[in-house]
């Protein structure tokens, strides 16, 4: 069978669908045949379709871009059966994107008290406590200093729960993650300026939010990657990250990266605050509790094909997902087909970023019969991602944050994807 494109100046009567079949048999491809497919020919030349018949929306119809209208269904998932909004969370479609980075209008939200309006021109930053020098920044003040841009995700430790109901989509699973590019200056320059005292082992962070949250970060992480960030994928944070000013620490726990940080308190000693005693710490089954346990450790979920989706053939599918660790970088993620029987490494897109989103994908032909699918991260210490079950046996039933376990998807004969754990 031929695939050549006739290229002369002959009319060629062998029509565009028909080309594309035969490509996609020889690709091992099975293309659709229902309307949307039958569709497709409607609109090839030489017919003209509708939106080529007058001129579209004039420069300045949209002042701040927006997507097409065709996707208004890919937004935050909110939950409508939440108790309060004001303390509440968003998740991102992770199942709808490709790539690595979030858009800004898709991240994911916590809020523990609403989300302020902040006059950028009124906020203020002070730095205090063990330090020689206190200070106290403007937006201006800080802008003056050198800046860097670096690529990180975030992530809620409680990303997903334990204990059941588990969701339906990688969204309802696993969607308190995002990651972008991020711009601002290096908290270690900034407590260089004020002068370290030797006693410094905490820095107490404080946000401008109706329930001033408040964080104790290890001298350590301040003084290794964290960053004052204003800016979110090349514009100004958006309210709900942070605006105008939000503390950033790559691969911790994102509770941790206090949004419209207002306080910088060095001390010798953590706060012990409620979002560090009540909450945010892991009870464990002999009645201890596991205390500031701040890096998200490796994990992986495969968005694509995933709940919620379904297969509509038999044939070539590529399977796709994202990969991540607070403890660097991804090394290696492998996929299986069988429902864990064997593994085998999927392709990871470049860059593969420390502390960020690695994308992978592995081609599958999918025979139509029912089939269980699940991916596992391996980072660059060696760790490796642990089955739920696995998880459940050291931790217990009364764990609730960081459940960094593999989460298959059952597909069935029909092709309709689910959670093989639900």
Known sequence: MSNKIDTSDKPNRTTRRRFLQSSG???GVVLGTGASAAAETENLPPNVPD?????????????????????????????????????????????????TI???????????????????AQHRLMLHGL?????????????????????????????PGYTKPYGKTASDLVGLLSCGEWTGVSLKLVLQEAG??????????????????????????????????????????RP???????????GFEGNMNVKWLRRLHVTAEPAYSREETSKYTDLLPDGTAREFSFYMEAKSTITRPSGGQRLNAPGFHEITG????????????????????????????????????????????????????QSRAIDETGYVQPTLAELLAVRGENYFYHNNAIW????????EVTNALA
């Open 102 to 120: 979030t858009p800004n209008g898709l991240f994911y939200e916590r809020h523990h008290g609403g989300v302020p309006t902040i006059d950028p």
């Open 408 to 415: 298959p998807w059952r597909i069935g004969a029909d092709g």
């Open 322 to 373: 994202i990969a991540w660790s607070g403890h660097g970088k991804i090394k290696r993620v492998e996929v299986s087909v069988d429902d864990g029987k064997s593994w085998q490494d999927a392709r990871l897109q470049k860059p593969v970023l420390t502390r960020a989103l690695t994308r992978f994908r592995l081609p599958w032909q999918w025979d139509g019969k029912p089939a269980v699918i």
């Open 240 to 250: 709900q990250q942070g605006y105008p000013l939000r503390l950033l620490l790559p």
């Open 51 to 99: 939106w080529m018949k007058a001129p579209g929306d004039p420069m300045g119809s949209q002042p701040y871009g927006a997507p097409s209208p065709f996707e208004k269904g890919v937004v935050k998932n909110i939950s409508k059966n939440l108790k309060q909004y004001i303390s509440a969370s968003g998740r991102t479609p992770l199942q709808e994107l490709d790539g």
């Open 131 to 159: 330090v020689e020098r206190p200070l106290i920044f403007t937006m201006d003040d800080l802008r003056r200093f050198p800046s860097e841009s670096r690529i990180h995700f975030l992530e809620c430790s409680g990303n």
């Open 25 to 27: 048999v020889v690709a």
């Open 196 to 237: 370290l005292k030797p006693e410094a082992k905490w820095i107490i962070a404080e946000g401008a939010d109706a329930a001033a949250l408040t964080r104790s970060i290890p001298i350590e992480k301040c003084l290794e990657d964290a960053m004052l960030a204003y800016s979110q994928n090349g514009e100004r944070l």
